[in-house]
């Protein structure tokens, strides 16, 4: 089993960076695709960015396309999202999901591994 540990969030600034980490453990996922989620306080999770197994394609919500990055070290067993020119509206706890079913345009976590989050907040 999968064991996913995200890092890098907190409070920053509009149009400031953050940068999310999730080390992945148990297992490696260099042959999963991976995906970032997030959930704003009384909305459902929605999905942000997902990356193939082999970083080879990536795709993004409309809200954030242009402005993150999803990237991925499999040696490291980690994947990464860059994110820049912030908006309030991205404040969220940020999930990241590996092992879901990647089409190449869509991610479906119905299966695979959760983390526990990172809270991101963006000051107005």
């Known amino acids: 089993q999968v064991h996913l540990v995200e890092s890098g969030g907190g409070l920053v600034q509009a149009g400031g960076s953050l940068r999310l980490s999730c080390a992945a453990s148990?297992?490696?996922?260099?042959?999963?695709?991976m995906a970032w989620f997030r959930q704003a306080p009384g909305k459902e999770r929605e999905f942000v960015a997902a990356?193939?197994?082999?970083?080879?394609?990536?795709y993004y919500a409309d809200s954030v396309k242009g402005r993150f990055t999803i990237s991925r070290d499999n040696a490291k067993n980690t994947v990464y999202l860059q994110m820049n020119s912030l908006k309030p509206e991205d404040t969220a706890v940020y999930y990241c999901?590996?092992?879901?079913?990647?089409?190449?345009?869509?991610?479906?976590?119905?299966?695979?591994?959760w983390g526990q989050g990172t809270q991101v907040t963006v000051s107005s």
């Open positions: 990356i193939r197994w082999d970083g080879g394609n990536t």
């Open positions: 999901h590996a092992g879901g079913s990647d089409s190449g345009s869509s991610y479906n976590p119905s299966y695979g591994s």
């Open positions: 148990g297992r490696t996922v260099s042959y999963y695709a």
